[in-house]
């Protein structure tokens, strides 16, 4: 007998907040800890998307700014044993404007989810015993050449927006609690530290999500969605560092911001940080299109 489906909106909802004297990304988290998600109804609402602004603004009360659909999620291995329905997911990737704290929700730094993924101090500790592992279980050219290129071993570059493949190999490898999870196992007590698990595939999701926003960082200028309306070139650059997860070149960012027709001086300058005024920026108003199909490849600079 077929079981009935149910269709259910997932959010990754992101914004970046100053903590201990830089940027960090935050995700927002329902008790458990577990992303957020609703039901949906045709007869409330005409699309996807808006089903998805009306419960989650109304919900948290943060206005959101972009918003992409990123995927369907359906396997059938994400239902718990005994489910009388199917549940299939549509992701979300919603973004908030900037805002000095996220208050009155369970908003979660995403490094407690994938934590070798801020590398702007460089490679974290927690990616030695990752790395050690995967050599071991990667046992056939293959399963070598795919460790390689998303953990960026052996010498190959590390690729900022491969999250969702770091993640999967590791699923593959049997390295994450959501593999014996899914299989009705306890947990081994040897496995590395690999992050903060999360129900059902909502990591998958998760990362599915973290990766698209860097991708189409490297093409797109979304990063002004998470921006206040007005910002410091410093406050640009550590949000931009903080979703890529990796450094950039101080002199070459500030160069390519200021050339690209995006920003424009207000003429105000602020001491937000302490210490001597810094000019204030915000979105040019007549580059509203262009901010939806202009490349702005903040990957040009990247430091060295």
Same mark, same amino acid.
């Given at each position: 007998?077929?079981?009935?489906?149910?269709?259910?909106?997932?959010?990754?909802?992101?914004?970046?907040?100053?903590?201990?004297?830089?940027?960090?990304?935050?995700?927002?988290?329902?008790?458990?800890?577990?992303?957020?998600?609703?039901?949906?109804?045709?007869?409330?609402?005409?699309?996807?998307?808006?089903?998805?602004?009306?419960?989650?603004?109304?919900?948290?009360?943060?206005?959101?700014?972009?918003?992409?659909?990123?995927?369907?999620?359906?396997?059938?291995?994400?239902?718990?044993?005994?489910?009388?329905?199917?549940?299939?997911?549509?992701?979300?990737?919603?973004?908030?404007?900037?805002?000095?704290?996220?208050?009155?929700?369970?908003?979660?730094?995403?490094?407690?989810?994938?934590?070798?993924?801020?590398?702007?101090?460089?490679?974290?500790?927690?990616?030695?015993?990752?790395?050690?592992?995967?050599?071991?279980?990667?046992?056939?050219?293959?399963?070598?050449?795919?460790?390689?290129?998303?953990?960026?071993?052996?010498?190959? +570059?590390?690729?900022?927006?491969?999250?969702?493949?770091?993640?999967?190999?590791?699923?593959?490898?049997?390295?994450?609690?959501?593999? +014996?999870?899914?299989?009705?196992?306890?947990?081994?007590?040897?496995?590395?530290?690999?992050?903060? +698990?999360?129900?059902?595939?909502?990591?998958?999701?998760?990362?599915?999500?973290?990766?698209?926003?860097?991708?189409?960082?490297?093409?797109? +200028?979304?990063? *002004?969605?998470?921006?206040?309306?007005? *910002?410091?070139? *410093?406050?640009?650059?550590?949000?931009?560092?903080?979703?890529?997860?990796?450094?950039?070149?101080?002199?070459?960012?500030?160069?390519?911001?200021?050339?690209?027709?995006?920003?424009?001086?207000?003429?105000?300058?602020?001491?937000?940080?302490?210490?001597?005024?810094?000019?204030?920026?915000?979105?040019?108003?007549?580059?509203?299109?262009?901010?939806?199909?202009?490349?702005?490849?903040?990957?040009?600079?990247?430091?060295?």
């Amino acid at each position: 007998m077929t079981r009935p489906i149910r269709v259910e909106l997932t959010a990754v909802l992101v914004g970046v907040i100053e903590a201990e004297g830089r940027a960090v990304p935050h995700v927002l988290t329902l008790p458990g800890p577990d992303l957020p998600s609703r039901p949906f109804d045709p007869d409330r609402h005409r699309t996807l998307e808006l089903s998805l602004r009306d419960w989650v603004e109304s919900d948290t009360g943060h206005p959101l700014a972009h918003v992409e659909q990123l995927y369907t999620f359906g396997d059938r291995a994400r239902d718990a044993e005994g489910e009388r329905e199917h549940t299939v997911s549509i992701g979300y990737l919603a973004l908030v404007p900037g805002r000095e704290r996220l208050e009155g929700q369970d908003w979660r730094p995403w490094s407690q989810f994938f934590p070798w993924e801020d590398r702007r101090a460089g490679s974290p500790p927690v990616t030695t015993p990752i790395e050690e592992a995967l050599r071991s279980w990667a046992d056939t050219p293959r399963r070598q050449d795919r460790a390689r290129l998303s953990w960026g071993l052996d010498g190959q +570059p590390w690729r900022d927006e491969l999250v969702l493949e770091r993640y999967e190999l590791l699923y593959e490898a049997r390295l994450v609690p959501e593999y +014996p999870r899914d299989r009705g196992r306890d947990v081994p007590p040897d496995l590395p530290a690999t992050g903060r +698990p999360l129900p059902r595939d909502h990591r998958r999701i998760l990362a599915t999500g973290i990766g698209r926003l860097r991708a189409k960082l490297k093409y797109r +200028p979304v990063l *002004f969605e998470l921006m206040r309306e007005t *910002f410091t070139l *410093f406050e640009l650059q550590s949000v931009a560092e903080a979703v890529s997860g990796q450094t950039l070149h101080k002199q070459n960012f500030r160069r390519m911001m200021t050339q690209s027709g995006l920003i424009e001086p207000t003429g105000a300058q602020t001491a937000r940080r302490g210490g001597r005024p810094a000019s204030e920026y915000r979105f040019a108003a007549e580059a509203e299109w262009e901010r939806r199909v202009s490349p702005v490849r903040f990957g040009g600079a990247r430091a060295r």
